[in-house]
């Protein structure tokens, strides 16, 4: 592609993503909501007042506020100097979304939709949680603005993740244990939904990622771009120029989707992280850009791994956050649109990075996150150190200590069945 | 005129209502789910709802998600749904419509699932969580004069505007669900079902099925006055659950349609 080519294919893109999704809630051929009738007056309910209740000067005063003085932003843009030089390559920033007030990026949406179901008049809040940092930060909305809130989370991560189950307890949330299934993030998914249908006229389903009917998708990315707008404002004041690559996790997309966003007119590459598990060969994986194929789960048509008869398959993950079966429907164009790049990393690969950026840079991070390290662990030497990647450090790795050390004392006792 | 238009109006002429069965296809395993429909066809069902087990079905209570995930393990999907109308095509004329969630009809291909279930004697589909802003992608390319129906449903939560637009799209019968919630067993509000059901006879001469929650013949006795026909599903399901090691499951299940069809003559 010779450079005309390139700031063409380039205006043409940023033409199609600045305007998505559609007033129907599509994205390109995604997206969209495929929902039971008895959700779909709420779900237009939900989109008028978004579009109504969010651009109102005082909701907006009201939102900046909070996440000034409450959740703690802007969160930092660190340069990782010790990392950089242990990888010898490109320089390394990390956008610092393990700062903000509860551990993770997720707080920037959960304020964003608690503080509209509040002028909505709602009153009770439910979420699904995965890792438990999205449930953890609507329980925190939640208690913030007097909400009853119910969180549903699968046994098997409800094991996993167990001092995020306590938080929300704490926080005053009822934390509803999800069995069906494989017992993580999609059964959890499937259980709130169940229950929203039965108690839609006056509950708020806070969806936690850039997933779900729409207006989810383009709502949660809206509340998400915080992070890209202040990771572009920051690096431009400290460099005096744009980076040439952004990296972040993904599961179902929340936190890339808010790095990349305010980016996607830029000239620069976006890489999504997806989990590779156990290897892609194994079968045993979460990578559903990489692997998946188009269909329909939770609300919206996006890539999604599933059998052949459209039956949708268990993800497998070491980070409870990535271990979905689905992924944003904006993801999925912006894959097809070859406008971001997804690869994967394996669980132990992830764990590799997570140490290295413990004893480099005095940062646990959490999992999740841990997987766009290790993506710069494989490529950063290859890049010239004049280039500049920034990181989304999407949370911190309290939550993960039990499964770190359980891996430990695994590797210690020897191979299974010694 | 098709199989649902047709059984509609010899019922209307009988002065009776319609009993709406719903099964899991292949619950509780290939073979026996044949040998259940066929019974339940003939101990007097007048429409068959055929269900096609999913992976994730978020509008179905835990009695029908079970009923899927047996069927699964067995084996069962869409294909085998609509082999199996296939083969009852060969036992009753008894109109059978498919009950899916989107996924499963959307990766089988639109087309290709058109011209198949219609081939193999499927009078319409009902699609649980593809609401009219979409069906166009999945009815857009169907013709009108074969007469395969899609099912439409109205939720208590449908505001009156939207029950219009989609009684106006609506074909076989309108699927009128009686509660905000998920399958299976709850507390009804009649009043509030009536309601809603003369509303919608105001708007539409479409034929009405109410479902949802409808547990016992005696409470399918008291809607049925308000409506064209009831659904029936969890209540089914249950049996086959309860009785599958049973040997006289087909009789069970026989004696419960006959129940509920004489509570709502």
Redesign the interface.
């Known amino acids: 592609m010779n450079e005309s080519e390139l700031v063409d294919k380039q205006s043409k893109i940023k033409s199609i993503t600045n305007t998505m999704p559609d007033e129907?809630g599509h994205f390109g051929i995604y997206g969209?909501?495929?929902?039971?009738?008895?959700?779909?007056?709420?779900l237009l309910e939900l989109e008028i007042a978004y579009k109504k209740i969010t651009p109102d000067p005082t909701f907006q005063e009201e939102l900046r506020d909070l996440l000034s003085h409450y959740v703690g932003r802007p969160t930092p843009l660190f340069f990782a100097r010790r990392l950089t030089a242990h990888l010898g390559g490109a320089r390394i920033y990390l956008k610092r979304e393990d700062l903000a007030h509860t551990g993770a990026h997720k707080i920037n949406n959960t304020i964003g939709q608690a503080l509209l179901a509040h002028r909505m008049g709602k009153q009770k809040v439910i979420a699904e949680t995965g890792a438990g940092q999205h449930g953890v930060a609507t329980a925190t909305a939640a208690a913030l603005f007097g909400m009853e809130c119910k969180v549903f989370m699968g046994v098997e991560d409800i094991e996993r993740q167990a001092p995020n189950v306590l938080r929300m307890e704490l926080l005053g949330a009822d934390v509803v244990p999800v069995s069906?299934?494989s017992g993580t993030l999609?059964d959890a998914m499937?259980e709130a939904?169940?229950h929203w249908?039965?108690?839609?006229?006056d509950t708020h389903y806070v969806i936690g990622s850039v997933a779900g009917p729409h207006p989810y998708p383009m709502m949660v990315r809206d509340f998400q771009a915080i992070i890209g707008k202040e990771a572009r404002e920051q690096v431009l004041a400290s460099l005096g120029r744009l980076p040439d690559y952004l990296v972040a996790c993904v599961g179902g997309g929340s936190n890339a989707m808010g790095l990349f966003h305010p980016f996607l007119g830029d000239a620069l590459e976006l890489i999504g992280v997806e989990a590779a598990g156990e290897g892609i060969a194994s079968g045993r994986h979460a990578a559903t850009l990489g692997k998946g194929?188009?269909?329909?789960?939770?609300?919206s048509?996006s890539y999604?791994l599933?059998d052949?008869?459209?039956?949708?398959r268990e993800a497998h993950s070491i980070s409870a956050g990535l271990d979905y079966p689905g992924v944003g429907p904006e993801h999925s164009m912006l894959k097809d649109l070859g406008r971001a790049r997804y690869v994967s990393v394996t669980d132990e690969e992830a764990l590799e990075a997570f140490h290295l950026l413990c004893g480099t840079e005095g940062i646990i991070p959490a999992l999740e996150s841990a997987h766009a390290l290790a993506w710069c662990m494989k490529e950063v030497p290859k890049l010239s150190k004049d280039s500049i990647v920034v990181v989304n450090l999407s949370g911190r790795g309290d939550k993960d200590l039990q499964i770190i050390s359980n891996r430990e004392k695994k590797k210690k006792e020897g191979p299974a069945g010694a | 005129m098709n199989r649902i238009d047709l059984r509609f109006k010899e019922l209307k002429d009988k002065g009776e209502k319609a009993l709406v069965g719903f099964v899991v296809c292949g619950d509780p395993s290939p073979e026996k789910s044949f040998e259940l429909l066929v019974a339940m066809c003939e101990a007097g069902l007048d429409i068959l709802e055929l269900g096609v087990p999913?992976?994730?079905?978020?509008?179905?209570?835990p009695v029908i998600?079970r009923g899927a995930a047996r069927a699964?393990t067995g084996g069962s999907?869409?294909?085998a749904a609509i082999d199996m109308t296939r083969s009852l095509r060969e036992r009753t004329n008894v109109p059978i419509i498919l009950f899916s969630y989107?996924?499963?009809?959307?990766?089988?291909g639109a087309d290709a699932f058109y011209r198949n279930a219609l081939g193999a004697g499927t009078d319409g589909v009902l699609v649980?969580?593809?609401?009219f802003?979409?069906s166009e992608e999945l009815a857009g390319g169907w013709k009108n004069d074969d007469g395969f129906a899609l099912i439409r449903?109205?939720?208590?939560?449908?505001?009156r505007e939207?029950m219009a637009a989609?009684a106006g799209n609506a074909s076989g019968f309108l699927y009128l669900?009686s509660?905000?919630?998920?399958t299976g067993g709850g507390d009804l509000d009649i009043d509030g079902i009536k309601d809603q059901a003369a509303i919608l006879r105001s708007i539409t001469g479409t034929p009405l099925c109410v479902g949802f929650g409808i547990s016992t013949p005696e409470i399918a006795g008291t809607l049925s006055p308000f409506v064209d026909g009831v659904v029936i599903g969890s209540a089914f399901e249950k049996t086959i659950e309860d009785y599958r090691h049973h040997g006289n499951l087909a009789d069970r299940l026989a004696e419960q349609v006959r129940q509920f069809k004489n509570a709502i003559k």
């Open positions: 129907s969209g909501r495929y929902v039971a009738e008895t959700l779909m007056p709420a069906s299934g999609k499937n939904m169940r249908v039965s108690t839609v006229t194929t188009l269909g329909v789960l939770h609300g048509k999604v599933q052949g008869h459209g039956q949708i | 999913f992976s994730d079905p978020t509008a179905d209570g998600q699964l999907n869409l294909a989107y996924n499963p009809i959307f990766v089988y649980v969580d593809l609401p802003e979409e449903l109205v939720a208590p939560t449908t505001p939207r989609i669900i509660k905000a919630g998920v």
